[in-house]
């Protein structure tokens, strides 16, 4: 990544030019368009993009039945919304950056069963979802099957000048929270279904537009992959790969030249 340096004061540091380059590229007023999960699932689904099916919203600001297509009010309704939901779901906050994490929960009988081993039932899963300090609203989802446990595919593109999407970054989150950097400069390298990842995440970034940069979250399950989420203020990475894909995306967006 290009450094500047500064007339009297140190070099800026790499986490704060990445900082300033997500801020040129994908201005905050936009941020609401893929930082808010529902509205990037109901518009990417609008527009054909695969996304996990959706159960309905659960919290203590509002409740939502996506099966029956109307609001639902109280514990014990949201309570009766899970207990129908058919198979594994997840429950996600309404926003990647809140600190609530995701729940992954297999279906057993009438009860649900966490990563843990902890048993809930529909109504303790409603009584910890409304408690929650950190978030008020989450989505509940179907958890698609995948064989050898879930894998995400964290895939940042960027949309050149030209109006044209590619990868330049990726890694593959595996069961265990195990992560690979992968080398997306190498196609036919990659492991199996990833690039049908990439694929996915440069169709949605050309609907994430006028943003520029974004990090995609992409579910690898048994029936292809799905848009979890995306991020337009991503993390840094150490290591040089991902500094090679700062300068792709500085070379595509006319910061570099």
């Known amino acids: 990544m290009r450094v500047v340096r500064l007339r009297g004061g140190p070099p800026p540091s790499p986490t704060a030019e990445l900082t300033r380059l997500l801020e040129r ?42 099966d029956a297509r109307r609001p639902i009010e109280g514990i014990e309704a949201a309570a009766r919304m899970l207990a129908a939901v058919p198979g594994d779901v997840a429950i996600r906050p309404y926003a990647a950056a809140l600190a609530s994490p995701t729940r992954l929960l297999s279906r057993a009988g009438a009860a649900f069963i966490d990563g843990e ?16 300090p950190a978030c008020e609203v989450f989505l ?92 337009s203020r991503y993390e840094r990475v150490p290591g040089p790969r991902f500094a090679e894909a700062m300068r792709a995306v500085e070379r595509a967006t006319g910061h570099l030249s």
Not at 30 to 52: K, N, Q
Not at 158 to 169: K, L, M, N
């Open 25 to 66: 590229l994908n201005p905050a007023a936009l941020a609401a368009a893929t930082g808010h999960r529902l509205i990037l699932s109901l518009h990417l689904a609008a527009a054909g993009l695969p996304v996990p099916r959706l159960h309905g919203v659960v919290g203590r600001a509002t409740c939502w039945s996506a």
């Open 117 to 132: 081993g902890s048993s809930w039932t529909p109504r303790e899963l409603a009584d910890a979802l409304f408690s929650d």
């Open 140 to 231: 509940v989802e179907e958890s698609a099957p995948a064989a050898g446990g879930p894998r995400v595919a964290r895939v940042i593109t960027v949309v050149s000048d030209a109006g044209e999407a590619r990868p330049v970054h990726a890694r593959l989150i595996g069961p265990g929270e195990v992560v690979e950097e992968l080398d997306v400069a190498s196609p036919g390298t990659e492991p199996a279904g990833l690039a049908d990842a990439y694929a996915l995440a440069c169709r949605a970034a050309l609907f994430a537009a006028p943003q520029r940069s974004i990090a995609w979250d992409i579910a690898l399950t048994d029936g292809g992959p799905a848009v979890l989420g995306a991020d």
